[in-house]
């Protein structure tokens, strides 16, 4: 079964705490992306990847970090979150007719 | 960024009723996209749109691909309790997706 699995679902953390999310893909896609989910704005791209070791930057990338270091993984990284990044996370792939998948979401809180 | 302004905010319709969607953006996309978001889960894909004037049916949904290529809209036929959730259209230009801010569908059984 395709599927884009995301870790954890659910976090709870403090202003200035180093945190990953991870994603993980089965569907052998070469891109992959972030997203945050706001009220009101909808979702917004913050990296992607067209394959692996390449990453650019999308429309909000400010204090996040990406690696790409295989296919399958896509972790994003809050070096020094802070609570505007308090927010609904989505980790997607995407196959080569713009087909994508997202997976079930991350809800970070950032106290 | 790009935006796109995707309109109704929300609508609130009786069960049986036709839906009507639309987004539009002051920039180009080669793609077109719509979403069907539930409470908790991630945006699912409903219909891609590849060409300008595509016209695009997936059961009671149908979707088109603007001529211009800035706009597209979404048209859900004989609305069903089932079909509540939000709604996103998203365009794509080069590598990256920009999404509409979503029209919340409600539909009154």
């Known amino acids: 079964e395709a599927q884009v699995t995301q870790n954890p679902r659910y976090l709870i953390t403090v202003t200035g705490k180093k945190l990953t999310v991870t994603c993980s893909q089965n569907?052998?896609?070469?891109?992959m992306s972030w997203y945050r989910q706001d009220p009101g704005l909808g979702l917004r791209q913050i990296y992607y990847?067209?394959?692996?070791?390449?990453?650019d930057k999308g429309d909000v990338p400010e204090g996040y970090k990406v690696s790409r270091k295989e296919k399958r993984n896509f972790p994003l990284i809050l070096e020094s979150p802070s609570p505007n990044q308090t927010s609904l996370y989505f980790c997607?792939?995407?196959?080569?007719?713009?087909?994508?998948?997202f997976g079930p979401g991350t809800r970070l809180t950032v106290l | 960024g790009q935006q796109l302004n995707q309109s109704p905010q929300s609508m609130f319709i009786q069960e049986g009723e036709d839906v009507s969607m639309n987004c539009t953006s002051s920039?180009?996309?080669?793609?077109w996209l719509w979403y069907k978001q539930e409470p908790g889960e991630g945006p699912v894909l409903l219909i891609a749109?590849?060409?300008?004037?595509e016209l695009t049916s997936n059961g009671r949904l149908t979707a088109q691909f603007g001529i211009t290529r800035k706009d597209s809209f979404l048209n859900i036929s004989a609305s069903i309790p089932s079909d509540v959730g939000i709604y996103f259209c998203?365009?794509?230009?080069?590598?990256?997706?920009?999404f509409g801010t979503g029209t919340s569908l409600t539909v009154i059984p």
């Open positions: 997607a792939t995407t196959g080569s007719t713009d087909t994508q998948y």
């Open positions: 569907m052998n896609h070469e891109y």
């Open positions: 990847s067209m394959n692996v070791e390449v990453t």
């Open positions: 920039s180009i996309f080669n793609t």
């Open positions: 749109l590849y060409k300008a004037g």
């Open positions: 998203a365009g794509v230009t080069g590598n990256q997706f920009y």
